[in-house]
């Protein structure tokens, strides 16, 4: 089961508690417990034994809207939502349903048959064995096409490095996701306000801020940086200085200020946050 949450604030602060939304389901499938199969710098691969010794495969990705299904025997039902509209590509069909007031896409390769019947939606993959459901920001028909065109482009091996550009005071951070194919995925607003990847045009509303689409490969993130000072300046001043920091960071007036978007009291993330201040 997944779902997309909806973000709540309030006087207390902000939340967006998971729901699920919608449900897959295939024939046979009666495991006891998600195993993770695979994973790397921002994906993981899960797994459900069927019976046959088939598994139901997923790949999840952060900042991605899709979930990648691979499904035993090609069939699969999707149970909790309301079926909107159908979509046909060039090698690959599509439905829109909605569910808790959000739009869902599943997207199958080929002419895969889609049947709907209440809050159920069943599709045989064919000789496929590829599903994958997105959530859509928009329902209008660019963005359906888009999200359908990038459907099966999935993520490789993700990894993350980094490089300190010392005679700049910069550290600049990559992001490959491991494949020459190009991807629609997430960049979250400390990554695309300091990064010249273009974007899609196209958001979410998150609990960090607003996830921003952009169609990539890999991008690079180019960070300010001018070092960190070891120790207190020695001299006549120390003990006065030793005092000061003592006092900002230990001060009942919360000298470090509230994060954007916390109104409650002092918490561990938010503070542990701050000190990255100093």
């Known amino acids: 089961a997944f779902g997309w949450p909806h973000l709540s604030v309030d006087e207390e602060g902000f939340r967006a508690p998971h729901r699920d939304s919608l449900r897959l389901e295939v024939p046979g499938l009666q495991a006891e417990a998600t195993l993770v199969s695979g994973f790397s710098d921002w994906t993981v691969d899960l797994s459900w034994p069927a019976d046959g010794g088939e598994q139901l495969q997923a790949t999840m990705m952060k900042g991605s809207p899709y979930l990648y299904f691979t499904v035993p025997g090609g069939a699969a039902t999707l149970v909790g939502a309301d079926h909107l509209s159908d979509y046909e590509f060039a090698d690959r069909t599509a439905v829109l ?141 120390a003990a006065e200085a030793a005092q000061l920091l003592h006092d900002y960071v230990t001060g009942t007036s919360r000298m470090f200020g509230l994060m954007p978007g916390q109104t409650r009291e002092s918490d561990s993330y938010a503070d542990g946050t701050s000190f990255g201040r100093l």
């Open 97 to 237: 349903l909605t569910a808790a007031d959000r739009h869902y896409l599943v997207i199958a390769r080929g002419d895969a048959p889609f049947e709907a019947a209440g809050r159920r939606l069943a599709v045989r993959t064919g000789s496929s064995t590829e599903l994958t459901v997105a959530v859509v920001p928009a329902v209008d028909e660019a963005t359906i096409e888009l999200f359908a065109r990038h459907a099966f482009s999935r993520p490789g091996e993700t990894r993350t490095s980094w490089r300190w550009l010392k005679g700049e005071g910069a550290v600049e951070v990559s992001f490959d996701f491991g494949t020459d194919s190009a991807l629609l995925t997430g960049l979250y607003p400390h990554q695309y306000r300091r990064s010249s990847q273009p974007l899609a045009g196209l958001a979410y509303d998150t609990p960090r801020g607003e996830l921003q689409l952009a169609v990539t490969s890999g991008f690079t993130v180019r960070l300010p940086f001018t070092g960190v000072q070891p120790a207190l300046p020695a001299g006549e001043r």
